[in-house]
C-alpha cells in the first residue's frame, strides 16, 4: 500500500461573518466559501483563530463547520478546528466532524492553563489515541501552552492519526528541527505555516503549505506566492512575500483578527462586527487601518472600488447576498408564526 | 444611604471533585462545601482558575454554582466565577447567577486571545453595564489578557457593580498603584489577593481578603494568617506566612491545579483524577509531591494520619461520603429503570 | 567568638554628579556624600546601577570609590559596587577596595550573555574562593543573569566571605526563599532590598535593609520608613511607603538612573548631564518628570524652593560647593599651563 | 560619483584563543586567521560577542584588533567590534581602528541598562554624528536593548556613516521590515544575519551576507551554504542549511559562546579554557557536545583525525604554531631577563 497523501498547500483559516444581532450570518459565510474556493484555496479552516473559534458556543462551532462542509460540497479538503473545553468534549467533536467528512481537524494545544511539555504530550496523545478522524496539532504558542520537538517527534511515531502540525509561532528553527526530526519516520506528516509573513521561507525549508489568514482576504496574493515558490521562481516570490508581509502586518495593528474582519469587508464582504467589544480608539486604529488596507489593496489593482460594492457583487449582475438575505427574512417570518 | 459594605476576608477557588467517569462528584462536593465552611473560610470562590473553569461545559459550570449555592444555604457569601466564551454568554450566566443569589460573581479578563489594555477595558465596560450582580474583576496576567491600571480606575470610576479586583499577579507595587487611584472613589471597592505566597504583605499594604487556593486544603491556616496579621500580631503572622509560601511553592510543583487537588485528597477527600490527561512524569511528579505535602501537613499537626482517613470523616462516627455515595447509587439504580 | 554583625540598614545606590566634560565632578561628589551621610542614611554604595557603572571606565569606577571613602572618613559602613570584565579583574578590584577600607564589596551576577544557573555559581563561588573582602551578591534579572534559589543557597554554604544578597527584583515570594533557606546555617548573612516600592513589606518578611536609590534623593523618607516599619508601626510607614511607590515610579517613567539624576538636581546638586545620549522626546519625558518630581517634593515639605536653590546652599551661609568649583578652576588653570 | 560598495558576504566573528595563564594568545590568534582566511570567510569580525568582548578590557580589545589587522594584512576587510563603555570611549575606539585600516566597525546596542527606543536611536546618532569609520549596526536584543525599525530607518537617512546592520534576533519578518525601509533609500547599506540556523532564508529574503559563528569552525560549510543560496541552488543550500542547524544548535547546547570555543578546539586549534569559570556540570555539558561535535564534523568528512592533531598541523610539516609558542617563549625569558 502507498503511503496516505500530505495535506499540502493553502488552507484558510476563515473568518466567521455575523449579522445584526451577532449571530453566524449564514448566507454570507456561503458566500465566503464558495469565494475563497473560486479564488484558487487549497483548502478551508474554519474554527481558527481567525474563526474567533473561542468566542463562539460549542454548538455555534459545530454550526459553523456544518455550514462550511455543506457549502463547499467535496470541492476542496477541509481542516475542522475542534478543540473544545476537555478530552472529552475535543474528542465529541472529532467524531462529529469525521462524520461530516472533513478531510482533519486541527486541535490546538491547550490554553489558559501553561501546560509543562509532557502534559501537553499527554493532552495529544489521548486524543490521538481515540480520535476517527486525522489530527492536524495546532501549535500557537504565543496564546496557548508550547508544543515542542520531543512532544511532535513522539506523536509523529506513536500515533498514525496525527498527521500534520499547523506552527504559528513564525520560527523558521524550530520548524527545521520538526522537519529533521519526523520526515524519515513520517513522509505522511505535513508541515504547515501560520505565519504569513515567512510563508515563502517556510516552504523554502520544506513545509508542505500554510494556514494563513490573508488567504481569507487575498486569496490571489497567497496563492501565487504559494505556486511561485514551488516553481521555483525565488525573484517573483520574494516580491510577493514582501506585498503579503507588509498586508499580515497592516492585519495585526488592530487586536488579532479584528483587522482581517475589516479586511475583508473592503473586499466587499458584510463580515458584521465581532464578539469582543471595542474601545473608541481601537475603533479609530480600525479606520486607519480601513484606510491603508483600502489603499494597498486599490494599489494591488484588487476588485475593491468601493467598500461593500466589491468582492461577490463584482461577480454577477445581481447581488447573490440579497438572495440569501431574503431566504433568511423569509424563514425567520416563518419562525416566528411558528411554522418552522 | 450608607455605603455599601465591601468584600472581605477569604474566599476559596475550589476544587471540583470529580468521580471514577470523570463528572461532576456531586456528594462530594457538597461534603467539602462543608468542611469549608466549618473551617472557617469567609466565603467560596466556585469556577475559578483552582476549579479548571476552563474544563467543564458552560452546563456543567451552572450546574457547580448550583450545587455550591445550595449547600452551603447562605451560611457564607459566594464569587461565583461567571466568564463565558463571549459578552452576551457571560452576561447570561451573570443572570442566572443571580437569581441563584450569589453575592458577586468574578469575571476573568478575556484569554486565548491577547488583547490591548483598551479593549480589556472594553469588555468590562460592556459587562459592567449590563450586569444585574456585583462583578469582581479577574487579573491573572500569566493567563489571561493583564487589566492595567487606567482599566482599573475607569471601571471604577464608572461602573457601580464593578465592586472589586482580585489580582493573582503577586504584584505588590501594582496592587498599591490598585489602592491609590480606587479607594478615594470608591470605598466600596474591594482589593483581593490571589497569590498566596504574598498574602499577608497584601493584607498589610491594604488588601481586603484573598482568593486563596491554599485554603481550600488548609482553611485553618489561611484563616489564622488573615486574623493574626488584621490584629497586628505581625511575628506570628510572619511565622505563618512562611509556612503558607512553603505548602503553595509545593502546590505549584505540578501543573496548576493539579498540586491543590492531590494535596486536597490527602485531606480526606474523594477529588478523583483531574480532567487535563498527565504524562508518567508528571505522576511521578505528583507522586513526590504526595509524600511532600503529607509531611508537610503531618508535621503540622494536621488531622491526616491516612489519605481517605481523615477530613470529613473525622468530624462523625460514621462517613457522611459514604452516605452521599449511597445515595448516589439508589439514584443511578432509579434512573436505568426510568423511574426519576 | 560571637557570629559577626549583619549588614543593616539603608545604604544608597549614589548617582555620580558629572561636570560639563562629562567627567566625575568630585567637588560635588564630595559634597553629595556629607548630605547623604547628614541626612541619615546607613551607609553608601557607590558604584551600583544608580551609579551608571558600566558607563564608567575601570579607572573611573576606582577613583569614585577613592573620593567616597575619603570623604565619608569611616562615618558610614560603604558597599562598593566591584563588577569588572572577567573574575580577574574582578577580584583585582575587590583587592583594592579591601585597601581602602570598605565594609564589603557588591558583585553584579554576570551579564550581557545570559548564562545557566550553575555558571551564575561558578562565577560567585570563583571570587568567593579568594576574595579578600566581604561579599554581597547582586541580583538584578532584569539587566543582568538570574541569581537562583540553588545558587545562594550553596554559596552562603560554602563561602564564608559571601554575606549578603541584594536583590532588586522587587519579588517577595523569592525573598522569602532566600531568608528561609540561608537564615538557619548563616546568621550572619543579610538580605538587602533593591526594589523601594516594596521595602515596607520586605523589610517585614525579615529584609535587613534596603539599597535604594530613593534614598539618594529622599534620604528623610527612605531613612524615616526603615524605622517606622521596624518599630512596628505599621500604619505610619504604610503611609510612607506609598509616597515612595509614587516617587519611585517617577523616577522610573524616564530611562533608569536619568530620572534620579533630574530629581537630585531638584534638592540641589549640580549633577550634570547622564553619559547616556537622550533623544528629544526622552528629555521631554525628562522635563515632565522635572515638575512632577517637583510638585510631590515640595507638597511634602522637602527643602526644595527652586532647582538649584535648595540642597547644600540653604545648609551655609556661602555655597560650599562654589568653593569646590573654584578650587577646580584653579587646578584646570595650573594644568593648562603645565604647572601640575 | 558611483555609490559605495556594500559590505558582503561571511564574516567571522572569531573566537579569541587564551594561553594557560588565560592571556590572548597572539601566536594562536595569527594561526587562526590565517586558517580562516585560508578556508574562504569574506571577512572577519573580531570584538564580537563569540570573541567575548565584555570579558577583556579596553587594552586587550585594542590588542585583538591589532592583531587580527597585522596577521590579515589587507587580505579581506575586517569588521571590528567598538562598543566601550560610554559613547566618547566608542568613538575613541572608532579612531583607533579607523587608523589601523578596518572597513568598518561594529557597535552593539547599549547594553546591561534596557533603553527606549528613542534613546536607541539617539546613542548611535551621536556616534554617527562624529565617527570617522563607518558603522554597522549590532542588534541582538536577547543580550542588548532591541534596535528597531524606527531607529534604523532615521539612522539610515540621517547618518552616511551607518552603512549596515547585523542583526542576530533571526526574526525574518523583521528583517524584511529593515529591508524594505531603507533599501530605497540607501542601496549601499548591508543587512547582515547573525544567526546561522536562518541564513539561507535570510539571503533569499534579501540579506547581503552574515556574522557567523559557525564560519569560525566550519568555514567550509558556511561559505558553500553562502555559494549555493547566491547560485540560485535551492535543493543544495537547503541541505547544507539544515546541517548548519544541527551544528549550530549543538554549539549552544553550552552558555555561549562556550561551545564554539570547543568545537573550535577539535578542529585542532589551542583554544585554551575561556575567562567565565565554569561549573561541574556545565564540563560535563561540554564534553557531551564535545563528542557530538566530533561525531558531526568527522562524519561530514571535516579533517579532525583527532583533537589537536587536524587543523593548521594538517597543512605543513611541521606545526607553525610551534614556532610561535617558540618565540613567546623566546619573549618571554627575554622580559623576564629585562632585555624587551
Redesign the interface.
Known amino acids: 500500500m502507498s503511503a496516505p497523501e500530505r495535506i499540502r498547500g493553502i488552507f484558510v483559516p476563515n473568518v466567521v461573518p455575523l449579522d445584526q444581532q451577532?449571530a453566524i450570518h449564514e448566507a454570507e459565510l456561503r458566500l465566503y466559501v464558495d469565494w475563497m474556493i473560486d479564488h484558487g484555496v487549497h483548502g478551508l479552516y474554519p474554527n481558527g483563530?481567525t474563526s474567533e473559534f473561542?468566542?463562539?458556543?460549542?454548538q455555534e462551532r459545530r454550526r459553523i463547520i456544518e455550514i462550511v462542509v455543506d457549502q463547499t460540497a467535496g470541492r476542496v479538503p477541509i481542516l475542522a478546528g475542534a478543540a473544545e473545553?476537555?478530552?472529552?468534549?475535543t474528542l465529541g467533536a472529532c467524531e462529529y466532524y469525521a462524520k461530516l467528512g472533513v478531510r482533519a481537524v486541527a486541535i490546538v494545544s491547550?490554553?489558559?492553563?501553561?501546560?509543562?511539555p509532557?502534559?501537553v504530550?499527554?493532552?495529544f496523545?489521548?486524543i490521538g489515541r481515540h480520535t476517527p478522524v486525522d489530527v492536524t496539532l495546532y501549535n500557537i504558542p504565543?496564546?496557548?501552552s508550547p508544543i515542542d520537538l520531543p512532544t511532535v517527534q513522539r506523536l509523529a511515531e506513536e500515533c498514525p492519526r496525527v498527521v500534520a502540525i499547523k506552527d504559528s509561532s513564525?520560527d523558521?528553527?524550530q520548524m527545521?528541527?520538526f522537519i529533521?526530526a519526523v520526515r524519515p519516520i513520517r513522509p505522511d506528516f505535513s508541515f504547515l505555516c501560520g505565519?504569513d509573513?515567512?510563508l515563502?521561507?517556510m516552504l523554502?525549508?520544506?513545509c508542505d503549505g500554510g494556514t494563513n489568514a490573508s488567504a481569507g482576504v487575498v486569496p490571489e496574493i497567497t496563492r501565487k506566492l504559494y505556486d511561485l515558490t514551488l516553481a521555483?521562481r525565488?525573484d517573483e516570490a520574494?516580491a510577493i512575500?514582501?506585498k503579503l508581509?507588509?498586508f499580515f502586518?497592516l492585519l495585526l495593528m488592530a487586536?488579532?483578527p479584528e483587522g482581517v474582519r475589516v479586511a475583508l469587508g473592503l473586499r466587499g464582504f458584510r463580515t458584521g462586527a465581532g464578539?469582543?467589544?471595542?474601545?473608541d480608539?481601537?475603533k479609530q486604529t480600525l479606520d486607519q487601518l480601513h484606510k491603508a488596507l483600502w489603499d494597498l489593496l486599490t494599489s494591488e489593482g484588487y476588485p475593491c472600488e468601493a467598500p461593500g460594492s466589491c468582492g461577490p457583487e463584482a461577480r454577477a449582475g445581481f447581488d447573490p447576498r440579497e438572495v440569501g438575505r431574503l431566504a433568511e427574512e423569509v424563514v425567520a417570518a416563518l419562525k416566528a408564526r411558528g411554522v418552522v
Open positions: 451577532g483563530s473561542t468566542r463562539f458556543t460549542p473545553a476537555n478530552v472529552r468534549e491547550p490554553f489558559y492553563y501553561r501546560l509543562s509532557d502534559n504530550y499527554a493532552y496523545k489521548e504565543m496564546f496557548a513564525g523558521l528553527t527545521m528541527r529533521e505565519w509573513t515567512v515563502m521561507p523554502i525549508i520544506g521555483g525565488i520574494r512575500q514582501y508581509r507588509k502586518d487586536d488579532f464578539r469582543q467589544p471595542l474601545s480608539k481601537h
